[in-house]
């Protein structure tokens, strides 16, 4: 498939992802049964900071199939499953004994790329726009190590890269700076609407000690309860496409609002099939399973 370009500058050259990283190996831990490890899937990567938060620690025996590929230091791990999702790490710790899920394609530099820049470079939409036309499968999306690799990248000099990447490293400090102070904010004002709702509405021991308990009324009075179809329509991963009418799970609900990043979708065809768990705009959504409490209300965008 012919590739256009753009011009480099002098000195630089346009290479493949195959030609700056050498060959890793695949492990199993199922042949260490009583030895821990690390075991890096999709769900340890934060894909909002590209970075490994999470990792879990496995014995050998538990470990599932898809823990197989080895990783270290500095390599670059690209998740190949739904890979507009972005879930893509540089590693930056040394871990005991880790081992990465087959989801991920491991990316590890030879002498002609830093990882730092690889890692830079991999996260970018001209990435995501060259492996585009490999992404396969309608309803599980997902490109081949191979195919990935064939993805062009612009090498130049390494004390080029290096300045780059310094560049790079002082943006994203700041960034990061800049994502602590929001987060104070948003937990003050997680307090404060906290305290006005307390001053709104009464809690339990207000309530017992109430004397007159005239105008309170239960939720059934006031609103009508619909939970989700739990029955053989409910679907699974495989009735998941691309686009179509997103499918809301307690991982969504987040801070009173519906985090929009990561929902699945389902084909209208399949929509109609359920019985119940239809959800509008307006719409307050209670989880009742795994999460307890969590909620959120429905808003623009999720008219389903």
Known sequence: MEQVLYSLPDGWEWQELADVVVKTENLNPLKHAEQLWTYIDISSVDRDRFAVTDPKEILGKDAPSRAKKHVQLNDVIFATTRPNLKNIALIREEYSSPVASTGFCVLRANK?????????????????????????????????????????IPIPSIEEQKRIVE?????????????????????LADALYASELNKVFPSDADIESLSDKAGWVSLSDICTFENGDRGKNYPSKSAFVAEGIPVVSAGNLGARYIDHKGLN????????????????????????????????????????
Not at 118 to 144: C, K, M, N, R
Not at 170 to 184: G, K, N, S, V
Not at 287 to 304: D, P
């Open 167 to 187: 560049k790079l490293d002082a943006l994203l400090t700041r960034i990061d700076t800049a994502i602590e102070h929001l987060q104070e904010s948003v937990t």
């Open 265 to 304: 979708y389902i084909k209208p065809e399949r929509y109609d099939l359920l019985r119940s768990g239809r959800i509008k705009i307006g719409d307050i959504l209670f989880c009742l399973r795994g999460s307890l409490g969590k909620v959120a209300i429905s808003g623009s965008g999720l008219n389903l």
């Open 112 to 152: 002609k790329v830093l990882p730092v820049y690889l890692f830079y470079f991999v996260t970018t939409d001209f990435v995501q726009a060259q492996i585009e036309p490999y992404v396969g499968g309608a309803s599980y999306p997902a490109i081949t190590d191979g195919n990935l690799k064939k993805a062009p």
